[in-house]
């Protein structure tokens, strides 16, 4: 575990579990206000939103990107708001209407745009290439001392660390509102809450997280970030702040352990190469959950299950 | 269109006193004109009404007669289409510490995680601000209000794990942490076991012996007399309002829901028939 | 344009008609099911179903191979992936009734989780057999360019399958999306009802795999149906314009595909349909944003008109800026805030129908035309001329009763 694991696996780690937890923090207020597929509607519309910051731009930088993605994300919740709103749709249709036709039109772009000059494939946007986020000039672990090797660092570290920081406090600071809001909306507009702006910044506050962790891991695995682990920690828990420590647990161990399997998995069965460790993330997030489904101690339904 | 001079009537003859006594500027509830649509049916419109202090007022009307949205639009919860609302000779925002609301028990999340102590304690977050979070004295307030609702063993409990009547007693309690002066309650006995129903309207009658203001969206029309000093009769528009002996009446009835109560039910209900 | 036209006109080579009428049949079989999905609120569980096909395709293949046939053969890719999507829609079910997990949760999970499985998948076939892999990413997005004919014929042929199959369910999967209580107890079986329309889910999904790719079947299936729903409140009429809707975005995004280059089918296929989706939203007469608009301003002045009027008839003042605006509008009101003659006569006659409304509470208490009193309906038309003369003499009967 010296200088090679330094070089090659920590930041990829660092930088999924980062990810993980950047999603499943919000995660938790999502599920509870049934807006867990939101996160499915944010991850298809990043990919426009990349593709319109390349056009403009002309380069693959990351901040432009990020800029388009976030944006994208904002121009989707109010679409699929305003369809909703108009059209009397629910939501789960609304959003189906805006984000796969939003995705559409990225891809068609995509394909229009000379892109041959760049590395900008749909497959990647999808799902990722978190191997490749390696700390080269790393000589072991006193360089995470050494000022000159940790700016050499894959820059999503610090990225998706601030963006944690970010939603880490949102929750913290308006960790009553959102309680009160989630559970009993009237009431908390009856307290003078302003609900509505409130869930706005939850969905901008997740759209961030999609958007930083869409590097790392790629768009549709951030969905089960968004949802396994903060669903599993529902089944093991009734307290609100203790389901919200679970989830980080779960979400670390699914970055962790997601990581190693893709890694050394095959070598274990004798085969050569690794595989996604992106994919491999979210089979063990959903492992997690598929045991919390059938042992956790809250898993069973109390009265009849609401109608959405 | 309020009608200045019916409403200062009305509130002299209530309270027997001159009619400067009647200050409508300071009427813990005052309406004005109030429409309320969802979409294109109004659900109410073009409602007046004012509610006196220290006093135990009753809502009453047919199913979609709007009781509900006028409660949700004198808290501002719902959009008005036309009119105004006063709390206290102020507009909602200004004033809504002194607002308790208790909502239907069927607009809530009960599988939500968390215990009734828990519920509780959100009626305290006007006390907290922000970075605050809910801690001993918040607790012990809140085990207070769950003592006068005879609930405070079940603080701990999940609130999932409740029957009817003891969720409508933990949103009581959670209103009580509130410490209004203008309380709204939406259908508080609804669905409720007797002891619960005495448990409620125990605690409602001493807030009135405070001197606080109790408004009840009500369901049970042979309990009105019983339990209400006032009445507001409305079926989209208001039928009329006023002291429950004089305004709940056969015919006032009659108006108000219109032929679903025939003539021998009206009786069973020992009413004053004109 | 001229390739565009003569690809509408299936003259651009065997292929290409091909192509376009297999994708229209798609549009028409997920326009259709996917109305049935919409009605029941359940739309995004063909996401999950989309995308629980990969892991379903890449063990396909890989048993394929193992087998020592082609690993890309079209029917076995397609029972690949039909199966993993129903095992995901079995699971999506399970969670939903066996935990406390709603519904959303449930479909999220099991589509990130099972879509995740099979990247895992295909990176093991990426090593296992290096390049040969290389068919199976079509099935994200789609390709229908160097399509083999025969893998075109199976397309149509489903298609056309599942048309067929829709026609013959779709009486008894309305009745189960309009009330699912009243259709048990009129005998339906509404748990199979469920399971045939998931069914038909699971083919149009299979069959969109190759033409529009498992990311983008969902939009056929979810897109028309909402656009439909701009234009009528009937169910049989919704499944038709939402058939109709697809069908039209699946021959003309198809015949664009062949037409221009750099035109990748699914994704204009897609766009098409969202953009007869946002015609419906801005223009269909029933639900769309402009007749809505203009219904509601409609309204709101009809209310300000009505208490202007009674406030004028009392002779209260009035506030309201828009209120004043409406009776200055129809002449009731001069500038200076006066009533005009005609303007007191129509305050008179709304307070006088006011009192109608009053005594018609009381006479007709049966009745439920007296329920539609809304404040806004005009009493003629629902009372007779004679009815309301009586009304009218009820009035002057009661002793100082008017308003």
């Known amino acids: 575990m010296g200088a090679d694991f330094v070089q090659f696996s920590l ?34 519309v990043v990919l426009p939103g990349i593709v319109v910051a390349f056009l403009i731009t002309g380069t693959v930088a990351a901040w432009p990107m990020m800029l388009g993605a976030s944006l994208a994300a904002i121009v989707a919740v109010l679409l699929i708001e305003t369809i909703k709103r108009l059209g009397r749709i629910d939501a789960g249709a609304a959003m189906g209407v805006v984000f796969t036709a939003m995705f559409a039109g990225g891809v068609l772009l995509l394909e229009q745009s000379d892109t041959s000059s760049v590395h900008l494939d749909v497959e990647h946007a999808l799902y990722g290439n978190l191997e490749s986020l390696i700390w080269l000039e790393a000589e072991g672990w006193g360089s995470l001392f050494d000022w000159a090797a940790l700016s050499q660092m894959p820059p999503q570290v610090v990225r998706l660390a601030v963006v944690l920081g970010v939603v880490a406090g949102f929750i913290f600071v308006f960790w009553n509102a959102l309680k009160i809001s989630t559970f009993d909306e009237g009431f908390a507009l009856s ?16 759209a961030i997280a999609a958007v930083a962790a869409f590097d790392a891991v790629g768009s549709i695995i951030v969905i089960a970030m968004f949802i396994c682990p903060p669903a599993a920690a529902r089944l093991m828990t009734d307290d609100l702040g203790r389901q919200v420590a679970w989830s980080a647990a779960f979400a670390l161990a699914s970055a962790v352990f997601g990581y190693v399997f893709a890694g050394y998995g095959p070598l274990w069965f004798g085969a050569a190469g690794s595989v996604s460790a992106a994919g491999m993330i979210a089979t063990v997030s959903g492992l997690i959950l598929a045991t919390a489904c059938l042992f956790g101690p809250k898993r069973k339904r109390i009265g009849a299950a609401r109608e959405a | 269109m309020r009608n200045a001079l019916q409403g200062s009537i009305g509130i002299v003859a209530r309270n027997g006193e001159t009619a400067l006594a009647a200050d409508l500027s300071n009427l813990p509830l005052l309406i004005d004109g109030l429409t309320v649509s969802y979409g294109e049916k109004p659900a109410i419109f073009s409602i007046d009404a004012s509610f006196a202090a220290g006093r135990m007022i009753a809502i009453v009307g047919p199913n979609g007669a709007g009781k509900s949205t006028l409660i949700k639009a004198a808290l501002g919860i719902v959009p008005r289409l036309s009119g105004t609302v006063r709390v206290f000779g102020q507009p ?9 609301y208790v909502p239907q028990r069927a607009s809530v999340d009960w599988d939500f995680p968390a215990r009734v102590v828990d519920v509780v ?125 004089s305004t709940f009446t056969d015919r006032n009835l009659q108006k108000t829901y219109g032929g679903r109560l025939a003539g021998a039910h009206i009786e069973q209900l020992r009413l004053p028939v004109e | 344009m001229e390739g565009f036209l003569s690809a509408l006109l299936l003259q651009s080579g065997y292929n290409a008609a091909l192509v376009g009428i297999g994708a229209a049949l798609l549009g028409i079989a997920a326009g259709g099911t996917g109305t049935f999905i919409f009605l029941r609120k359940r739309s995004l569980v063909s996401d999950a179903a989309a995308h629980a096909t990969l892991p379903g395709i890449c063990l396909a293949f890989m048993a394929m191979v193992a087998f020592g046939g082609d690993g890309r053969n079209l029917t076995g890719l397609m029972i690949g992936s039909a199966a993993s999507a129903a095992v995901a829609l079995v699971l999506v079910d399970w969670i939903s009734r066996e935990t406390r997990l709603p519904e959303d949760a449930a479909i999220g999970a099991v589509l990130s989780v099972f879509f995740g499985f099979g990247i895992v998948l295909m990176t093991v076939i990426q090593t296992m057999t ?112 939402a058939a109709v809707i697809g069908g039209v975005s699946g ?153």
């Not at chain 1, 990829?12 to 990810?19: N, Q």
């Not at chain 3, 008839?313 to 009533?339: M, N």
């Not at chain 3, 007296?370 to 009815?387: M, Q, S």
Request: with cysteine; net charge positive.
């Open chain 1, 11 to 44: 930041t990829p780690m660092l930088i999924g579990t980062l990810a993980a937890l950047a999603c499943a923090l919000p995660g938790n207020f999502l599920l509870l206000r049934r807006q867990a597929l939101i996160g499915d509607a944010i991850s298809h």
């Open chain 1, 191 to 206: 307290l003078g809450i302003r609900a509505r702006l409130l869930g706005f910044g939850l969905v901008v506050v997740t």
């Open chain 2, 92 to 100: 909602i925002e200004q004033v809504r510490g002194r607002m308790a």
């Open chain 2, 121 to 245: 304690m959100m009626g305290l977050y006007r006390t907290l601000g922000f970075l605050r979070f809910a801690g001993t004295k918040e607790r012990s307030t809140a085990l207070a209000c769950l003592d006068r609702v005879g609930m405070a063993d079940f603080a701990e409990r999940q609130i999932g794990q409740l029957s009817g009547g003891q969720q409508q007693r933990v949103f009581l309690a959670r209103a009580l942490a509130q410490d209004a002066d203008l309380y709204l309650l939406d259908e508080p006995l609804a669905g409720v076991d007797a002891a619960t129903e005495r448990t409620i309207m125990d605690v409602l009658k001493s807030l009135k012996t405070e001197g606080r203001t109790v408004i009840c969206v009500h369901h049970d029309l042979s309990t009105v007399e019983r339990y209400f000093d006032d009445v507001l009769l409305i079926n989209v528009r208001k039928i009329a309002e006023g002291p429950v002996a």
């Open chain 3, 130 to 241: 290096s390049g040969r892999q290389a068919g199976l990413e079509s099935f994200l997005l789609g390709s229908t360019a160097g399509m083999l004919f025969n893998e075109a014929v199976t397309i149509a042929i489903a298609g056309a399958v599942a048309g067929l199959l829709l026609l013959l369910l779709h009486r008894r999967m309305t009745l189960v999306a309009f009330d699912p209580e009243f259709a048990a107890t009129t005998g339906v079986d509404v748990r199979s009802t469920d399971l045939a329309t998931m069914g038909l889910v699971l083919v149009v999904t299979v069959i969109g795999l190759k033409v529009v790719g498992l990311v983008l079947i969902v939009a056929m299936l979810i897109i028309p149906a909402v656009a439909a729903r701009f234009w009528t409140e009937r169910v049989d009429r919704l499944v038709a314009i």
């Open chain 3, 251 to 403: 021959y003309t995004g198809a015949a664009a595909s062949a037409a221009y280059p750099n035109v990748p089918t699914g994704a204009i296929i897609v766009l098409i349909s969202f953009g007869l989706f946002a015609v419906s939203l801005a223009f269909a007469p029933v639900r769309g944003v402009v007749a809505s608009l203009y219904r509601h301003v409609r309204f709101q002045r009809q209310v300000h008109l009505r208490q202007g009027l009674l406030a004028v008839a009392r002779g209260e003042p009035i506030f309201d800026g828009l209120t004043l605006k409406v009776l200055r509008f129809f002449g009731h009101i001069r500038a200076d805030g006066v009533a005009t003659l005609s303007g007191r006569a129509a305050a008179a006659k709304a307070l006088r129908d006011e009192a109608r409304w009053e005594v018609a509470r009381e006479t007709h208490q049966e009745d439920m035309s007296v329920a539609r009193f809304d404040g806004l309906t005009a009493i003629e038309k629902v009372f007779t001329p004679d009815e309301i003369a009586e009304l009218d003499r009820r009035i002057g009967d009661r002793i100082g009763v008017v308003a």
